[in-house]
């Protein structure tokens, strides 16, 4: 499809953003409700959270907008996505903060520097880092955070071999769900970055991603049992899940 002549508000791209995931994520708004549920029962407004490898604002903008006294941070390293995210996470007035980082860069945690975070999150994100560079995100948080913050971490994670049923029966229905979504109207990947790509003022943001991700090659998956001793060696003091559907899980840490 041409998308050239298809202007959207970025609260529009966004919608079209969390249509084209759900269809990648099923139950995705069930997986977001655990995050908002935790947060609620674990902190007290005011607090602040950082949303790592934030996209265009998806979860940030749910954390917001479920609490009213709240203020976010959101990290992501994609061009196209920080510029969608700075621009609806600004219907949130001073609360909500967007900041150009590299996960995979040692210091990409200075920018925090000073800061006190409450809690940390991420969506579907994080599988891009390989389980070196996750163990060293890890690490950052484990040495940033306080007593008592939590962290918590939505994605796929893939099952390990010996579990070969489990990982045939969630490729199936993740195949099932997409061939829906599709056929409903979702959009596929591409065809949401080419709409992102061809809005006004968006060609040098998108030559720019060209360049930061041209030697970014798929990492391999780190599996639920890496990412709970990864943040146990990272010095949180309780690790484990608070959501899973298949293969699709909620990671949680305490700092």
Known sequence: MNYTAIALSPRALLERWDAQQTAYVAHRELRFRSMLDVLRLHLTEPFHVLDLACGPGSLADRVLT????????????????LRLADAVLAEHGGRATVVD?????ADWI???????IDAVVSSTALHWLSPSQLLRVYTALGD?????????????????????????LSEQHDAEVQRESFAAGADTWDAWYELATAQPGTAPFAAERERRFADRPP???SPLHFHLSALSTAGFTEVGTVWQYLDDYVVFARR
């Open 219 to 221: 990492q391999p998956k």
């Open 101 to 105: 980082s590299d996960l995979v860069r």
């Open 144 to 168: 940033l955070l306080p007593p008592g913050a939590i962290f918590l971490n939505a994605d796929h994670l893939r099952y390990e071999p010996g579990n070969e049923t489990l990982g045939a």
């Open 66 to 81: 479920a609490f009213p006294r709240a203020r976010v941070t959101a990290v992501d390293y994609d061009p196209v996505l």
């Open 110 to 116: 200075e920018p925090l520097a000073g800061e006190r």
